[in-house]
């Protein structure tokens, strides 16, 4: 399957998110998508540098009446803005990169200073649910068993193969919270900074 260029989440590294390191299948903590909270700058919106750092992050229009929700910052010039307006609020910054069969949004270039850590397959608009099913429902042991150090999966062929599943058992209504579609994303750390 074909992944795409996505761009990059920034995250605030020092907001690690409730119940996220998951030990019990992942032995050094998870470090997938989920464990920060993404775009801290959204908390800070009484700055007006942030407030606008944040909406650009987070729409782009598309004509005079429509905009488009984005995920993912795909400007590397953007992206170090941000970067440096979490560090001006002293936020601790953590940034992914992310590639994807997510087509809507698509970054021109991939970084070249990144380490992969693995697959993961989530919701896009973000939901931590997928990971939440993974990590407790009884159907998946067999998967958790394929996960790496950083509770990702180490292949792709893996991270498809849940998805599949996942995909039909949501569509039944047996996992998951409602209406939404699953992607599997490569995802790198990068030393942006």
């Not at 019990?24 to 801290?40: E, L, N, Q």
């Not at 908390?43 to 992050?57: G, H, I, M, W, Y």
């Not at 910054?93 to 697959?119: A, H, M, T, W």
Request: glycine share 6%.
């Amino acid at each position: 399957m074909q992944l795409f260029k996505n761009g990059y989440i920034v995250q605030d590294a020092g907001s690690d998110r409730c119940g996220m390191k998951m030990p019990f299948f992942a032995p050094k903590g998870y470090r997938g998508i989920h464990r920060f909270i993404t775009f801290p700058l959204t908390f800070c919106q009484s700055d007006p540098v942030c407030r606008e750092l944040s909406k650009k992050q987070s729409w782009r229009k598309i004509s005079d009446n429509l905009f488009q929700l984005l995920e993912f910052i795909s400007d590397e010039e953007l992206l170090k803005q941000y970067v440096e307006a979490c560090h001006g609020k002293s936020i601790p910054v953590r940034c992914l990169y992310i590639e994807s069969d997510y087509e809507d949004e698509i970054c021109q270039e991939k970084p070249q200073n990144i380490r992969f850590i693995g697959y993961e397959v989530t919701e896009i608009s973000f939901s931590d649910m997928t990971l939440c099913d993974l990590a407790i429902n009884e159907r998946f042991e067999n998967y958790r068993q394929l996960l790496n150090e950083n509770g990702l999966f180490a292949n792709e062929g893996d991270a498809f193969k849940f998805k599949t599943e996942y995909k039909a058992l949501l569509e039944q209504d047996l996992v998951g919270d409602g209406n939404v579609d699953v992607f599997v994303c490569a995802v790198y750390e990068t030393d942006i900074k």
